[in-house]
């Protein structure tokens, strides 16, 4: 477990039971920003169709009455402590900092898209609903071990990324099938052996993962609506760097706290495998293109990048000038960057075949 995690800035506040938002790294959660207009002119008409039927499923709203505490929250939580406490609360914060993020995204799409595409707008605001009990649910959960984020304070303070519509849709729909896999993965390992389920959260993953699905069938289908987002060799190019770089934030974030995952029974490489794989499936439904992670190389090049942002953030720690600590930094940002090009550079799988041959 590398050092940083084990450091008293994880349980800083901003004022008593209000937890101080975790510092911007490559690897955090981002909140977004888009071109509004360029969304609202879009023509939709390809695939209408299917969109109004993910419409009506977000209409039914099969998760309404799911965000309920029941008794078993309600009991003391200081048996989970040390090392393993630290670890959970920042698996909460960064759970909830991720859908308050996608909240504030589609939020402001509902409103933008109202007057000219309603049928986009009622999408976007009610995936909003859904992302704003699943921060509220793990704010919550943050409760239980007196610590909670200021949703508020975040909206304010934190930095927004700004991404072209396209690649919007590309990362959020990533996002939503990545979190999909996670949550329903971690559910069934936990259902077969409850005795490592240390915290009533994880029984709610089931019907929690398939709001993640939908939106990203939302995502699947908005793209399949602009097919020049999927056509061209550009879009193929932006396809690999999207897929790489949701599989190596997640794999480079999962290992650096592979005791959390430990804490709940699972190898924390294993688990990233098999979501990774199976993520890359999914995207082969709508990208063009996907990447090889069945090369003998792939998972290869990520352990190497994960050992080098162990001794990243390690060289990151003390009192040392900050050109001092740059300088140490330096060669494992290189490594890393190095192997992220290895792997953007590997031959993909073409994804058009893949479903021709299905056909």
Same mark, same amino acid.
């Given at each position: ?213 939908? &939106?990203?069938? $939302? +995502?699947? *289908? %908005?793209? /399949? !609506? ?8 550009? =879009? ?58 069945? &090369?003998?190389? $792939? +998972?290869? *090049? %990520?352990? /190497? !990048? ?8 390690? =060289? ?44």
């Amino acid at each position: 477990m590398v050092d940083s995690l084990k450091k008293p800035e994880l349980q800083e506040e901003l004022r008593p039971g209000v937890k101080t938002p975790t510092k911007d790294t490559i690897l955090t959660p981002r909140f977004y920003t888009t071109d509004f207009d360029e969304m609202a002119e879009m023509d939709i008409s390809v695939n209408e169709d299917e969109l109004q039927a993910i419409l009506e499923e977000f209409r039914e709203d099969y998760n309404r009455h799911h965000f309920i505490r029941d008794e078993e929250f309600e009991q003391s939580w200081e048996h989970i402590d040390g090392e393993t406490r630290q670890l959970f609360i920042e698996f909460l914060e960064r759970s909830c900092t991720a859908e308050f993020s996608g909240f504030l995204l589609y939020k402001e799409l509902g409103r933008r898209l109202k007057d000219k595409s309603p049928v986009l707008a009622e999408c976007f605001n009610l995936m909003s609903r859904d992302e704003a009990r699943h921060a509220g649910f793990l704010n919550k959960a943050m409760s239980d071990f007196s610590l909670q984020l200021d949703l508020g304070f975040l909206t304010k303070s934190k930095k927004y990324t700004f991404f072209k519509p396209k690649f919007i849709f590309y990362a959020t729909y990533l996002s939503e099938k990545i979190g999909y896999w996670r949550y329903i993965k971690i559910f069934r390992h936990l259902d077969s052996h409850p005795e490592n389920r240390i915290y009533p959260i994880f029984r709610f993953f089931e019907n929690w993962c398939q709001d993640e699905n939908r &939106h990203g069938d $939302f +995502f699947a *289908a %908005l793209m /399949k !609506s602009q097919p020049q987002f999927l056509n061209d060799w550009r =879009a193929k190019l932006w396809c690999r760097f999207f897929l790489l770089s949701v599989f190596a934030t997640m794999y480079l974030n999962d290992l650096q706290r592979k005791d959390f995952y430990a804490a709940i029974g699972l190898d924390a490489r294993t688990y990233d495998i098999e979501v990774i794989r199976d993520t890359n499936e999914s995207a082969a439904r709508v990208f063009p293109i996907i990447l090889n992670v069945d &090369h003998p190389e $792939f +998972f290869k *090049a %990520l352990d /190497k !990048s994960a050992e080098a942002n162990t001794k990243l953030v390690a =060289a990151g720690q003390g009192d040392q000038p900050a050109a001092l600590k740059f300088l140490k930094r330096l060669p494992h940002i290189a490594t890393i960057g190095g192997q992220m090009i290895r792997l953007y550079f590997m031959k993909p799988i073409d994804a058009e075949q893949m479903r021709g041959i299905v056909r």
